[in-house]
Nanobody, 125 residues
Framework: QVQLVESGGGSVQAGGSLRLSCTAS????????MGWFRQAPGKEREFVAALSWSWSGGSTYYGDSVKGRFIISRDNTKKTLYLQMNVLKPEDTAVYYCAASMGIVTGSGRDYDYWGQGTQVTVSS
């Protein structure tokens, strides 16, 4: 069982930055694949970024709308996933969710087994 708790959301002006954190309650964090998704009011859930773990080293993926602005990273010693969000835009406003998987992931929410409760990010123009 994996429990995920997001933090770091808030309100920021366009052009600003925020860093989201997702702390996992799990015995072994280092071999989990992890991802970030978001959902804005009235819209479908959108893939943001992922770190897919594998014995050969894994892969990093970003959604097209955040490439070059967001950076996903992890600290296995702290069992924490991060999302550094730079040059924020009003269209980045959404609830951001952390997700975890025991297997290989891509940009599909179906790849993930566990989800956090979400943290609100609001970007004003």
């Amino acid at each position: 069982q994996v429990q995920l708790v997001e933090s770091g959301g808030g309100s920021v002006q366009a052009g600003g930055s925020l860093r989201l954190s997702c702390t996992a309650s799990v015995r072994v964090f280092s071999t989990l694949s992890m991802g970030w998704f978001r959902q804005a009011p009235g819209k479908e859930r959108e893939f943001v970024a992922a770190l897919s773990w594998s014995w050969s080293g894994g892969s990093t993926y970003y959604g097209d709308s955040v490439k070059g602005r967001f950076i996903i990273s992890r600290d296995n010693t702290k069992k924490t996933l991060y999302l550094q969000m730079n040059v924020l835009k009003p269209e980045d406003t959404a609830v951001y969710y952390c997700a975890a998987s025991m297997g290989i992931v891509t940009g599909s929410g179906r790849d993930y087994d566990y989800w956090g409760q979400g943290t609100q990010v609001t970007v004003s123009s």
